[in-house]
């Protein structure tokens, strides 16, 4: 068995885990007792909710949306190339302010902080929130 150190994604408070993994599958978590934030102490969230990694419905591909409604597998390289035209064409279109993003309080703070300088510093946005008023 495996324990891989991860950072909780559930809110914003940053608890610090191991993930036990056994054969490519996760089957506990262990808190880390040393981590300044959650001291060996975790809520129902980060013991519990990690079923949802290896759910049937949970999707391991890229999808684009095509024409008719119907969504087509492709890579992530397809996917990102395809990202960035449409954010292109909706500046060139629109500009900047036609954007805005959204992060979330399942974000670590330094996936917050890389969401804060794409809007603002790529996309040249101010128009950037988040869900974390919970
Ligand atoms: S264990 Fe609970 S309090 Fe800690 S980061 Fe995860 S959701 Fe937040």
Same mark, same amino acid.
């Given at each position: 068995m495996k324990n891989v150190l991860t950072t909780c994604g559930y809110c914003g408070c940053?608890?610090?885990y191991y993930v036990n993994v056994d054969n490519d599958?996760?089957?506990g978590? !262990?808190?880390k007792p040393d981590h300044p934030v959650s001291q060996g %102490?975790?809520?129902v969230k980060g013991w519990h909710g990690y079923s949802f990694v290896h759910h049937s419905d949970r999707l391991k591909q890229p999808l684009i949306?095509?024409?008719d409604? !119907?969504?087509k597998e492709t890579t992530w390289e397809?996917?990102? %190339?395809y990202i960035a035209q449409s954010f292109k064409n909706t500046i060139n279109n629109y500009g900047p302010d036609s954007i805005g993003v959204l992060s979330s309080a399942r974000c670590t703070n330094e996936e917050n902080y890389l969401a804060t300088k794409l809007a603002r510093s790529?996309?040249?946005?101010?128009?950037?929130d988040h869900c974390a008023r919970l």
């Open positions: 940053g608890c610090n599958v996760i089957v978590i !262990t808190p %102490k975790l809520c949306k095509q024409q409604g !119907t969504f397809e996917a990102f %190339k790529v996309i040249k946005t101010n128009n950037i």
